[in-house]
């Protein structure tokens, strides 16, 4: 038998020899076996509800009290499970009632409370996903996320970028299903369009190029764009989506770090070939990273990215917590840099089961 069947076995053994003494009327023999038991598994509910029974009927309320605590975290974790476990399969409304349940029980359970928010915001459902952020921010007021998330649902001031926190949180939480989700989910098709956009603009006699994936996540991009690279580089501010990436085996350096502080700290013109395939809609003002990208690469390099198409001027925060821009917005912060080789819009995935349109753009730095 293997060790861990081996340990499942001797428990059931316990928790049926408890119940034995109990229904025996050896009610000492019966605590005792009880824990005994959650000495070995703290968190065996049933030996946690039958304790709770047994010191109920003896009128010990204190230590019935201190039991029920404990049973009601453990019901409320393994509701919380059972709910992210449902999300990771994008079955959001069945998880719906597991993450209530773990609030139900825990009334201050954080974790919970975020995760609702965030399933309630995967089924469009903006009102309720707003309602548990606010009491979110009620139990941590100084969560800096929680503020982000409840401006891009149109409460409070509207920040440039979210903060570091939540992106690292958020593509943390999401390295696993990532690619699942976004490739069979969502029809994505980001590093496919934003690669034939490249090809049209490089000089087909050009050599092996020095490319940086901006945002590289798991390296979808990296699948298509290895192929025009000397050197490939990512960097990216989730560990674990890096670890997704490391594990293709397509890049030559991954760097964990922020976006604009790695070009400035990047040695100038270093890169031939900048690329962000929907990396870039986590930023609404975009003047730094243009000029840290600008000095980074080579006289007659390339900048090609993905935004997100906005109607409003400027930028926009949107309900999703990403950033939208205008269509004007990147030819004017392009001017007096940048030369504007080609543009675009593409559907490049779905959301709610709606094109999502994006620009696409490759911006080359002259050679003088």
Not at 174 to 198: M, Q, T, W
Not at 211 to 224: M, N
Not at 337 to 360: A, D, M, N, S, Y
Request: net charge negative; proline share 4%.
């Amino acid at each position: 038998m293997e060790p861990a069947a081996a340990d499942a076995a001797d428990e059931a053994q316990l928790y049926y020899l408890a119940e034995e003494h109990r229904s025996a009327g050896r009610l000492a023999d019966a605590e005792a076996a009880y824990r005994t038991l959650l000495a070995q598994k703290p968190r065996h509910l049933s030996a946690l509800e039958s304790l709770e029974a047994l010191l109920v009927e003896q009128n010990r309320t204190d230590e019935a009290a201190n039991i029920r605590r404990k049973r009601t975290k453990v019901e409320a974790r393994n509701a919380y499970a059972i709910g992210k476990a449902l999300c990771n399969e994008s079955e959001y409304e069945r998880a719906v009632p597991f993450f209530e349940r773990a609030i139900e029980l825990r009334p201050d359970y954080r974790k919970a409370q975020w995760r609702l928010g965030e399933t309630f915001g995967h089924l469009n459902r903006k009102e309720e996903a707003l309602r548990c952020y606010r009491r979110y921010r009620e139990l941590d007021p100084e969560s800096v996320e929680a503020a982000f998330v409840i401006a891009a649902l149109g409460e409070g001031e509207v920040p440039t970028r979210p903060p570091e926190v939540y992106v690292q949180g958020y593509f943390d939480g999401y390295a696993e299903s990532f690619d699942e989700h976004l490739c069979k989910g969502l029809n994505y098709r980001g590093p496919e369009i934003l690669f034939e956009y490249v090809r049209r603009v490089l000089d087909r006699t050009a050599g092996p190029l020095d490319v940086l994936d901006i945002g590289c996540g798991t390296g979808l991009a990296g699948l298509k764009f290895r192929e025009l690279a000397k050197t490939l580089a990512g960097v990216d501010l989730s560990e674990k989506m890096l670890a997704q990436a490391e594990a293709r085996g397509l890049y030559d350096a991954l760097h964990r770090g922020d976006a604009v502080t790695f070009l400035e700290e990047a040695p100038e013109a270093s890169c031939d070939l900048l690329i962000a395939c929907d990396s870039l809609v986590y930023f609404g003002d975009l003047e730094s990273l243009v000029a840290a990208a600008f000095r980074a690469l080579r006289p007659g390099g390339f900048f090609a990215f993905t935004l997100e198409k906005g109607t409003g001027a400027g930028f926009t925060l949107q309900a999703s917590g990403r950033y939208a821009h205008h269509p004007g917005y990147v030819p004017a912060l392009a001017t007096g840099r940048f030369c504007l080789r080609e543009v675009g819009e593409e559907t490049v995935r779905l959301e709610f089961g709606k094109p999502v349109i994006e620009l696409i753009y490759a911006l080359e730095k002259p050679l003088k």
